[in-house]
């Protein structure tokens, strides 16, 4: 589990650097948004046939998953943010 959380940290890192910008939510969403794009990264290659039943899917897999989800999320964010006005 820990070296999961690891793992995800790093993906989620790989992919924030891969696609700028501000997200809220620091660390810890970079986390979750890595662990859980390594989850669908998984899904993905099972259903396509590119992985065996319990085979995890590879650094860059996860990495695309990762990015895929943090696009999405900051889409549904970006959507329910009130516009900041300056004063």
Do not use: C
């Not at 700028?20 to 259903?47: E, H, K, Q, Y």
């Not at 990762?66 to 889409?75: D, F, G």
Request: proline share 3%.
């Amino acid at each position: 589990m820990l070296w999961t959380l690891i793992v995800g940290l790093i993906v989620g890192a790989i992919a924030k650097f891969l696609m700028p910008g501000r997200d809220p939510g620091g660390w810890i969403i970079t986390m979750v948004l890595g662990v859980a794009g390594a989850f669908v990264a998984n899904f993905i290659g099972s259903s396509l046939g590119w992985y065996d039943q319990g085979e995890a899917a590879g650094l860059v897999a996860s990495v695309i998953g990762a990015i895929i989800l943090l696009a999405i999320y900051r889409a549904i964010i970006g959507r329910n943010q009130i516009p900041h006005r300056g004063v």
